[in-house]
């Protein structure tokens, strides 16, 4: 039987940990399951949430606004083409069939632009909240006696026995 690469080892045991964890297993549970050491497990759920922060914040910043353009822009459309049937249908039955499909249409985009604005308004006090915590941890390192360099490593200014790596 061939041998399994280290990278492809890494991946499967990964894998077999989101979903040992979904299933609502304890670290220790499945580090046992899976023949491995709880450290080693915690380290790869560590990385599993990074990996799902970066994920997250990505499909946030890029993929909802342009979903949420594409679905203003089908509504637009069925809003116009309703209008149009409204005014051109003969049969009053038709015309209020599609009077209606406008209204609820209507509604549809208010609650999509209201929502989006929501949503802009969370993103916006995540970035207010994010900037505040770098001024405290700022705050708390200088009061600790350690400093930030421009590079934003942290050194201490006791010397380098005591520098945070």
Do not use: C
Request: proline share 2%; net charge neutral; aromatic share 6%.
């Amino acid at each position: 039987m061939p041998r399994i690469s280290k990278p492809n080892e890494i991946k499967l045991r990964r894998a077999a940990a989101l979903e040992l964890t979904a299933k609502g297993y304890s670290q220790t549970e499945i580090a046992h399951k899976l023949n491995y050491n709880k450290s080693t497990i915690s380290n790869d759920i560590r990385y599993l949430k990074e990996l799902a922060q970066k994920q997250f914040k990505q499909h946030v910043e890029q993929e909802l606004p342009w979903q949420h353009k594409v679905a203003a822009q089908g509504l637009l459309f069925i809003k116009r083409q309703t209008i149009s049937i409204a005014e051109n249908a003969k049969d009053e039955r038709i015309k209020l069939a599609a009077l209606t499909l406008f209204k609820e249409v209507d509604i549809d985009l208010w609650n999509l632009h209201s929502s989006g604005e929501v949503l802009q308004e969370a993103l916006e006090f995540v970035k207010q909240r994010k900037a505040e915590l770098k001024n405290l941890e700022q705050q708390k390192q200088y009061e600790s006696g350690e400093r930030v360099t421009a590079e934003g490593s942290e050194d201490t200014l006791a010397g380098d026995s005591n520098a945070i790596f």
